[in-house]
């Protein structure tokens, strides 16, 4: 970043800002940390495990966590007021209806509610959402995140996204972007080595394929496929699951249920991914909702073959070519079809070989200081079209 650009005052809003968050708070923490340097960040949450040189960090109140309609209202209008003045870009990662970039992790709720519904079933909908305050919260929220207003930028992170985007919020279209995520590629190369030295630090065993799954939501990521999948391969495959440990015992009795207590090993959340990539075989991400998956990025940054869900499910698969730099599952909810093609992965070494070098060539095209450059040319044309500082106290 060498162009004499100026230096910009941001406020940047999640309501987590963790690593252990998921990957809209690693995607949000690793802009941070690139920007940082050229520009004054300023943080906003209510959940704060992160330090980096520079950034200031203010922790919103969370009065109520539960329901999270009302937690989401609240930290909108908490943000807003933090934020009306003295900054000259506010970046949102939640739904809020301020913010000069909206950045946009999730499908629509306006999408998810409505998609496929027409006639009395839409009209049914459309009741249900009238008596429903939560509903009609989140699409408040949501219509005004998008709606136009001079300087806004709306950024997604994928082309699926974009579209669905443009197809259920129209005049949204001009102001989208799309930033996917990234990562930064391991310093050190990969080796034999450092596997088992990653194994022995999160307890695996040393001599079986180890199949991996990261995720906070289980159920949504798909984790109960690749536990019938398992089922189906030779007990010399093992399965590490990384993610929110509040799922663990549900899964865990699903996991005794289907005889793999002995196969499975539930990592809960890391604060640092990097070990699990360097321990495993294999990412297996057969999620039913992803509007890129940073996790598949971060796997193959790390020359894991990654088996992964189709684009009618995850954005990522759109930029794939199935058998050159991974293997795309045309239904993630296929256990059969899964399993085979896991076995097809383990039995071919000349496979694995030519996921990983593909692998690690698609990830090196997606590293983090290309993106905060996109990112940051955002804030600056932001910046430019709003035509001053909100620090002269003027509200925008």
């Not at 809020?96 to 079933?121: A, I, S």
């Not at 709606?147 to 129209?170: F, N």
């Not at 005794?256 to 604060?271: E, I, Q, T, W, Y």
């Not at 090196?364 to 620090?391: D, F, I, M, P």
């Amino acid at each position: 970043m060498n162009s004499p650009l100026p230096r910009l005052r941001v406020a940047v809003l999640n309501r987590t800002f963790s690593p252990t968050g998921g990957g809209a708070e690693r995607y949000s923490i690793a802009l941070v940390e690139q920007l940082a340097s050229r520009h004054e960040i300023h943080v906003f949450a209510q959940e704060i495990d992160h330090h980096w040189p520079g950034v200031f960090y203010h922790r919103v109140s969370a009065p109520l966590l539960k329901p999270r309609w009302v937690n989401q209202l609240w930290f909108a209008t908490a943000t807003w007021w933090a934020t009306r003045r003295g900054y000259d870009v506010v970046h949102s990662h939640e739904n809020t209806w301020h913010g000069d970039v909206q950045t946009v992790h999730v499908l629509p709720v306006r999408y998810n509610l409505f998609k496929g519904r027409t006639g009395w079933r839409r009209v049914l909908r459309w009741i249900k959402v009238g008596a429903s305050p939560r509903l009609l919260t989140y699409l408040g929220l949501e219509r005004a995140r998008y709606a136009e207003r001079p300087g806004r930028k709306i950024v997604v992170t994928s082309e699926s996204l974009r579209a669905i985007m443009q197809s259920g919020y129209p005049a949204s279209s001009p102001m989208i972007s799309v930033i996917t995520p990234g990562i930064t590629m391991p310093r050190q190369p990969e080796s034999m080595s450092r596997k088992h030295q990653a194994r022995a630090l999160l307890g695996l065993p040393s001599d079986r394929y180890c199949l991996l799954f990261v995720g906070n939501d289980y159920k949504k990521k798909g984790l109960q496929a690749v536990l019938g999948a398992l089922a189906l391969l030779s007990a010399d495959a093992v399965l590490a699951v990384v993610g929110n440990p509040a799922h663990i015992p549900t899964f865990r009795a699903l996991a005794a249920s289907l005889k793999l207590d002995s196969r499975v090993f539930f990592l809960g959340s890391l604060p640092d991914v990097a070990p699990a990539y360097e321990a495993a075989d294999c990412l297996v991400h057969a999620t039913l909702e992803d509007t890129f998956a940073m996790v598949a990025l971060e796997a193959m940054s790390h020359g894991l073959p990654v088996v992964v869900s189709g684009s009618a499910y995850c954005g990522i698969a759109d930029l794939l070519t199935d058998g050159a730099n991974a293997m795309v599952l045309r239904d993630p909810r296929n256990v059969e079809a899964l399993a085979k093609t896991l076995e097809q992965l383990i039995g071919s070494p000349a496979l694995q070989e030519t996921l990983k070098a593909g692998a690690v060539a698609f990830a090196s095209h997606y590293e983090w200081k290309s993106l905060a450059e996109q990112q940051e040319a955002l804030y600056v044309s932001v910046h430019e079209t709003l035509g001053r500082r909100r620090t002269d106290g003027t509200d925008l």
